[in-house]
């Protein structure tokens, strides 16, 4: 497994959340905290050829990052979050699809 879990409370939200931790060199490294401690959607899912699937999840506030999150089940059973790429989306396309999506960004029943 590439990731752990472990749960804590968001320094921002101040709600539960499943912090991923991931090993040394992997794409969070030269990300700042508050890019990825906010609420987060799941905008797109794709199945994966390798099996599992890709889960396209962008971060509430600006920059708006969007991470593809490939999740595997392992023995077809527990969840396990093989690998997390930044997408190569613009900034400009990032704020479109987040404004699109700002209703479901901003909704606790859609965000994490």
Same mark, same amino acid.
């Given at each position: /497994?590439?990731?752990? *879990? ?6 921002? @939200? %101040?709600? *539960? =959340?499943?912090? /991923? !931790?991931?090993? $040394? ?7 700042? =905290? #508050?890019?990825?401690?906010? *609420?987060? &959607? !799941?905008? /797109?899912? #794709?199945?994966?050829?390798?099996? &599992?699937?890709?889960? @396209? ?8 990052? =969007?991470? %593809? !999150?490939?999740? +595997?089940?392992?023995? &077809?059973?527990?969840?396990?979050? $093989?690998?997390?790429? !930044? ?6 396309? *990032?704020?479109?699809?987040? %404004?699109?999506? $700002?209703? +479901?960004?901003?909704?606790? $029943?859609?965000? &994490?």
């Amino acid at each position: /497994m590439l990731a752990s *879990r472990k749960q804590y409370l968001s320094q921002k @939200t %101040n709600a *539960r =959340a499943i912090l /991923m !931790v991931l090993p $040394r060199g992997l794409v969070f490294e030269n990300t700042p =905290a #508050e890019h990825i401690d906010q *609420r987060f &959607g !799941v905008i /797109m899912v #794709e199945p994966f050829a390798f099996g &599992g699937s890709i889960f @396209t999840i962008m971060f509430a506030e600006s920059p708006h990052l =969007a991470v %593809n !999150v490939w999740v +595997y089940l392992e023995n &077809g059973v527990s969840p396990d979050a $093989r690998s997390f790429q !930044v997408t190569d989306l613009t900034a400009e396309q *990032r704020v479109e699809i987040a %404004n699109k999506f $700002r209703d +479901y960004l901003t909704d606790d $029943r859609f965000t &994490g």
